[in-house]
């Protein structure tokens, strides 16, 4: 059965950074694409970033070229997303998706696996 277990969300101050981890297993993922989607209260669920598993290739969305950062750790089965210069915008429930047949633009429909999601909250 496929997990996918976020952490390292929390309160922080506007421009302040945070990492996400999302730790994924039950299943080989190659082939694959992992991405982090955000939604805030009200909003629908928006793609944030995207990396293939395979060979590393990355999107990002426009709301985090420059500030955000997607890596991932086929070792240890982790994505990563490193966020600079948070925003009281950027927050939001944050959620890992594995998309076991697409490339790193995901998109919410086609996500066959979905983590519990992990609060990022920036205060101004």
């Known amino acids: 059965q496929v997990q996918l277990v976020e952490s390292g969300g929390g309160l922080v101050q506007a421009g302040d950074s945070l990492r996400l981890s999302c730790a994924a297993s039950g299943r080989t993922f190659r082939g694959s694409a992992m991405g982090w989607f955000r939604q805030a209260p009200g909003k629908e669920r928006e793609f944030v970033a995207g990396?293939?598993?395979?060979?590393?290739?990355?999107y990002y969305a426009d709301s985090a070229k420059g500030r955000f950062t997607i890596s991932r750790d086929n070792a240890k089965n982790t994505v990563y997303l490193q966020m600079n210069s948070l925003k009281p915008e950027d927050t939001a429930v944050y959620y890992c998706g594995v998309d076991l047949s697409g490339g790193p633009y995901l998109q919410p429909g086609r996500v066959d696996y979905w983590g519990q999601g992990t609060q990022v909250t920036v205060s101004s």
């Open positions: 990396i293939t598993w395979s060979d590393g290739r990355i």
